[in-house]
């Protein structure tokens, strides 16, 4: 049997197995999306830098101040504070949204496609509420005297202040936001379990493998590319988080949950230009940082994992 | 591996659905709830009132109207760009092509809050600012990547045997697209359109900082609705209007949702 062969009747993709033919007319074909991309994103980033230099009282009067923005950014404390602080969200929404989704992805493995169907559709409704409704809806719920949850906790006696409690905001944030994206690291785990051939379940089978052992060797391995590219999703959006945060309770109490985009928001909405424009080419650093961490580990990965990508049939 | 349905994993699979859904069920009760003294109508008691509200106000009919043009252009120019794009991704290698994926994963995770300041000075300039148009065509800059991830995928999966025999036949490279490569990636195509639909349906930094003073989408106009005296059930009423089309695509590609999001680097 051919290799070809061998794969196609395994449905696993040729694609990645032979060289595909090099071609420079293909430029021709990424040239529109490229267009567009350069008109939203790459100008506006230019545009960006420049005024990260200058101090724009209006954008008429530009006065040359170099880098005295960023000064100002790195060398304040209160940078350091929110940063640490996104970064505590971040670690804290990835450790609850990626053990659960891939939990709940196994479990749906194994159910009829009838539940699979359900509860992917309902996991995913949150989804497609917009985000300045998100806060709306979970302020509603918690409100002590009209919100479902909010009366529930009353009932049970507990004492719950997300105004001036920082430790109740922060459940607040996490409980929302795990709600907002849960279903997308189902999706995505979901999507990378259900890629799995089922002679790889059969050969495990034969060879008495123990559930964990299927997990940790054949399923784990498959699920690496969706799951990294959940982490990387969950990660900067959470990292990012802006509108949530600020309809909750604007940062409070007490500048607990000021998170990044929440300062450069309060500097755009002033219309700082310089400072949020110098602050943005920080986000932005920070963010091609975390790509390019996140390339480098895939190729890594990659190459690592190569001689198991074998088929063990 | 699918086996005979166990209750313990019927149980765990309600309690996710109850915390999915009671935040939401309080949503819709509430917009079905008259929550401002009017005449006529006892507060706190079941009223359609709040969509009656809708359907008089001429404002929040436009935000409908504008934030559906604004969806239908932002998914379409995705889908248009998307598709030539990860036709070459998944056939050719070319120079920068690996720089070029580079570039479109950074935009794609890029907060939209880094990009809207310089955003709104360029488009207030060319006068795409209070247009739905200017909203399409911002929310490219993270849909665009995903439409050329997600098509990729499928267009990978279709081995290149079918391309070479169409060619063979005689059709050419847009007569094939439209012919053959469409209707054999036509669930990839939904997938992707129903990820551009919600991503786009669902961005508020930069919808609001284009939209200061006209084209308000439907979540502007929400933003409009808070003030001294919040009418909270009409609030409601709209969000539950905001979801209904995000849940009706989710409806429609069900079945298609977990197989096309795998992104290689």
């Known amino acids: ?313 | 591996m699918k086996s005979s349905p166990s209750w313990g994993r019927i149980a765990l699979f309600a309690v996710i659905g109850v915390f999915i859904l009671v935040p939401l069920a309080q949503t819709i009760i509430t917009s079905f709830v008259s929550t401002l003294p009017r005449a006529g109508i006892a507060e706190g008691h079941f009223s359609l009132v709040n969509y009656q509200n809708i359907l008089h106000s001429t404002a929040l009919k436009d935000s409908i109207v504008n934030s559906i043009i604004y969806v239908v252009l932002n998914v379409a120019l995705c889908l248009g760009v998307g598709l030539p794009a990860a036709y070459a991704f998944a056939r050719y290698s070319f120079a920068g092509d690996r720089q070029l994926f580079f570039l479109l994963l950074v935009f794609r995770i890029t907060p939209t809050v880094v990009l809207s300041l310089p955003i709104f000075v360029l488009f207030a300039q060319i006068g795409l600012a209070n247009t739905p148009v200017g909203i399409a065509l911002v929310h490219c800059v993270f849909n665009i990547p995903i439409s050329i991830w997600i098509l990729e995928g499928f267009i990978s999966a279709v081995p290149r045997e079918f391309d070479e025999t169409a060619f063979l036949d005689g059709h050419s490279l847009p007569s094939f697209f439209f012919r053959h490569l469409v209707p054999a990636i036509a669930p990839g195509i939904g997938v992707a359109a129903f990820f551009c639909f919600i991503f786009s349906w669902v961005e508020v930094v930069l919808a609001r900082i284009l939209t200061t003073t006209g084209g308000k989408p439907i979540t502007m106009a929400i933003n409009g609705l808070f003030g001294f005296r919040t009418d909270f059930g009409l609030v409601m009423a709209m969000t539950v209007l905001a979801v209904v089309p995000g849940i009706a695509m989710i409806y429609f590609v069900r079945n298609h949702l977990a197989k096309g999001f795998v992104i290689r680097t």
């Open chain 1, 1 to 313: 049997m051919s290799i070809e062969a061998f794969f196609r009747d395994r449905r696993i993709p040729l694609q990645s197995f032979d060289m595909k033919p090099y071609d420079l007319r293909a430029w021709f074909l990424v040239l529109p999306a490229l267009v567009i991309v350069t008109f939203v994103g790459i100008l506006p980033l230019i545009a960006v830098t420049n005024y990260s230099f200058q101090d724009l009282f209006s954008l008429n009067n530009p006065y040359w101040v170099g880098v005295d923005w960023y000064r100002n950014i790195v060398t304040s404390e209160r940078f350091y504070a929110s940063l640490g602080r996104s970064f505590l969200f971040s670690a804290i929404v990835l450790s609850i949204q990626v053990p659960l989704g891939i939990g709940i992805a196994l479990l749906l493995q194994r159910s009829s496609q009838v539940i699979v169907s359900t509860v992917l559709v309902l996991i995913t409704v949150p989804l497609v509420v917009p985000w300045n409704m998100i806060p709306v809806i979970w302020l509603n719920f918690i409100n002590p005297n009209a919100g479902l949850a909010g009366k529930m906790l009353a009932w049970l006696g507990i004492g719950f202040d997300y105004k001036f409690n920082a430790l109740h905001t922060w459940i607040v944030l996490v409980v929302m936001d795990t709600w907002h994206w849960l279903g997308l690291v189902v999706v995505l785990a979901y999507a990378g379990i259900s890629s799995i051939p089922a002679a790889y379940y059969q050969a495990a089978a034969i060879d008495a493998a123990s559930q964990w052992q299927v997990f940790r060797f054949i399923q784990l391995p498959k699920m690496k590319t969706v799951l990294s590219m959940a982490v990387l999703l969950r990660f900067m959006d959470s990292f990012m988080i802006y509108i949530e945060a600020f309809r909750i309770n604007a940062g409070g109490p007490d500048s607990a949950t000021a998170f990044l985009s929440l300062d450069l928001g309060e500097e755009i909405l002033s219309f700082n230009y310089g400072p949020s424009a110098a602050r943005s080419i920080v986000y932005f650093l920070i963010v091609l940082t975390v790509a390019w961490t996140f390339k480098a580990a895939m190729s890594a990965g990659a190459t690592a994992t190569a001689p198991t990508e074998e088929p063990i049939t």
